[in-house]
């Protein structure tokens, strides 16, 4: 038991809200103490890691600046203003369509983008210019609301179809467990009964974003008679 | 011998990091000052040169940034936002020229990591055959940013401020993915996967099936939610309770069993902040009020989803 020491210092600092990089170097270095390693090596161990890992930071790392460059040019308001054009979109519409985008292109193992490289720049700003069309007025909350699904959209349409047309990931790795475990199973078995859930998202995604738009709406319609 | 290594694009990252150290510290009016300066600092050496140094020096340096974030040493000034009237009036200068650069990176990323790993000049390859995709995807932020420049016509050093801006936005959600995977490493040295398994193979009947299915795609959450990554979710859940209370006990179909139990996994890193860079890093990144704005708004999608594998995979594995 004393091997979930660590586990329980990350579960009660993550309940009580303390810093999460704190929560979980501490919960590293206790699971590494617990487990009878020196503190030192611990720390090697941690440094060992972060090496290996650090590559997750370089999309980010090197794609703000492009980013930010454009920004101060008026990207995210233009962005806005073409999306303006297209009289039927709505927030909920343009998310879906990207989930659904992300999704076709990572079946072949494709990615598209990712927070910073799409979402922050382009489907953000075409969502929010779109609901500003149809409700007319804006609100801290709703842009959080509508930004925090765009983010959702891009994991969404990200995690549930991997592979199943061009294997890269997800499915290899199950493939591989399978086979060092000495169990049987073929690739094409693994691709098929991905499909389900892959068709399931597109239409939980549908509900979703319908339901934001209703709420969008809604908060419009609040906004509207406050203020006559 | 490779021309473009990983390495080299991550030492480009370490350049962009020093650069904000080096504003931070020359800013007299940011708040944080030495604090942030020295945070940037501390952190361009560990991603730049973190390859060529002994690992227990980039540990010591990551517990050094841990305690300045854990001090609150660690900050970003309140930039001056831009009007949103002079952001329109700007947009209309160069129209659609601004959304090129944005898109040349997935571009450049996607046809080079299709076939950079064909070029080679005699036995000087351009880039490593194993990191071809993130080989390509560093060379489609290069390309971006040319292009933003050029189409712009700003010099490097407003890239730096600006990227800077957004790096400080993020702060210490940046390195928690990297500091999330050294936990998994270090947890799955300890063997807590193991423990995990065990504790829920005999704590729940799984001699019904509806309950070893449950019971499966369960822990798969539960043990994704605690690490933060299905995959590594995977292999415990599925030696410890997959194999032995599904397949041999039920005879289950482990195709059917596999697949849906990695998707249900997913569900968990939906909700999940040890999934930071999907779920804490984006919300810092889209400037939101709340960091668990993003968990909360993809809950729904996530109890929806895994009720659904849950049902197929009853349905179908026996």
Redesign the interface.
Do not use: H
């Given at each position: 038991m004393i091997t979930l020491l660590g586990l329980f210092v990350v579960i009660i600092g993550f309940t009580l809200r303390a810093n999460p990089l704190l929560v979980v170097v501490a919960g590293g270095i206790t699971t590494g103490v617990a487990a009878g390693f020196s503190f030192n090596e611990v720390v090697a161990m941690i440094g060992q890691f972060f090496t290996d890992n650090r590559a997750l930071m370089l999309p980010i790392i090197l794609m703000v600046p492009i980013v930010g460059v454009l920004e101060r040019h008026g990207l995210q308001e233009r962005v806005a203003m073409l999306i303006r054009r297209a009289t039927a979109a709505t927030a909920g519409r343009v998310l879906w369509t990207y989930q659904l985008l992300r999704g076709v292109t990572s079946m072949f193992g494709l990615s598209i983008g990712n927070h910073a490289a799409m979402v922050r720049p382009l489907i953000a700003p075409m969502a929010e210019g779109a609901a500003l069309v149809r409700s007319g007025t804006s609100s801290p909350q709703s842009r959080d609301e509508i930004r925090a699904h765009a983010a959702a959209a891009e994991n969404v349409g990200n995690f549930f179809s991997d592979d199943i047309v061009v294997a890269v990931g997800a499915l290899l790795l199950i493939k591989a467990f399978f086979d060092n475990a000495g169990v049987a199973v073929a690739l094409s078995d693994l691709k098929l009964w991905s499909l389900p859930t892959a068709l399931w998202v597109v239409l939980v995604g549908w509900w979703r974003y319908r339901r934001l738009d209703a709420r969008l709406q809604k908060a419009a319609a609040a906004a509207k008679e406050r203020a006559p | 011998m490779t021309l473009l290594t990983?390495d080299l694009?991550?030492v480009?990252?370490g350049v962009?990091?020093a650069a904000v150290s080096a504003l931070v510290a020359w800013d007299v009016t940011h708040p944080q000052r030495w604090g942030s300066a020295v945070f940037w600092l501390l952190l361009a050496v560990?991603?730049g040169l973190?390859?060529w140094?002994?690992?227990?020096?980039?540990?010591?340096?990551?517990?050094g940034?841990?305690i300045l974030?854990?001090t609150k040493r660690v900050g970003a000034p309140q930039f001056a936002r831009?009007d949103?009237a002079v952001?329109?009036?700007?947009?209309?200068?160069?129209?659609?020229r601004?959304?090129w650069?944005?898109l040349w990176?997935?571009v450049v990323?996607?046809v080079g990591?299709a076939g950079l790993d064909w070029v080679k000049f005699g036995d000087v390859s351009l880039v490593n055959p194993t990191q071809v995709a993130?080989s390509a995807?560093?060379l489609g932020?290069?390309v971006?940013?040319a292009a933003?420049?050029r189409?712009?016509g700003?010099r490097p050093l407003?890239?730096?401020?600006?990227?800077?801006?957004?790096?400080q936005l993020?702060s210490?959600?940046?390195?928690?993915?990297?500091?999330?995977?050294?936990?998994g490493?270090?947890?799955a040295?300890?063997?807590?996967g193991g423990?995990?398994a065990g504790l829920v193979a005999t704590a729940l009947p799984v001699q019904f099936p509806l309950v070893a299915v449950v019971a499966y795609c369960g822990g798969m959450v539960l043990f994704t939610v605690?690490l933060g990554n299905?995959?590594a979710a995977?292999?415990v859940m599925?030696?410890g309770v997959g194999?032995p209370c599904i397949?041999q006990t039920h005879g289950g179909d482990?195709?059917?069993m596999?697949?849906?139990g990695?998707?249900s996994g997913?569900c968990g890193?939906?909700v999940t902040?040890?999934a930071?860079?999907?779920?804490?890093?984006?919300?810092r990144?889209?400037?939101?009020?709340?960091d668990y704005?993003?968990i909360?708004?993809?809950a729904?999608?996530a109890g929806?989803?895994w009720l659904?594998?849950v049902g197929?995979m009853y349905g179908?594995v026996y």
């Open positions: - | 990983l694009f991550l480009g990252c962009v990091l560990a991603v973190g390859k140094l002994p690992p227990m020096a980039v540990g010591y340096a990551v517990l940034l841990t974030v854990a831009v949103s952001l329109t009036k700007r947009a209309e200068v160069l129209g659609n601004l959304l650069p944005v990176v997935p990323a996607i990591g993130q995807l560093g932020c290069v971006g940013l933003a420049l189409t712009t700003e407003v890239a730096a401020r600006e990227g800077g801006r957004l790096l993020l210490w959600s940046l390195i928690l993915p990297a500091m999330l995977a050294a936990l490493g270090i947890m040295k300890a063997g807590v423990v995990i605690l299905a995959f995977f292999p599925t030696l194999l397949v482990p195709a059917v596999g697949t849906l990695m998707l997913y890193t939906l902040p040890m930071a860079n999907f779920n804490i890093v984006p919300a990144l889209l400037e939101l009020k709340d704005a993003v909360k708004a993809q729904p999608f929806a989803i659904f594998n197929v179908c």
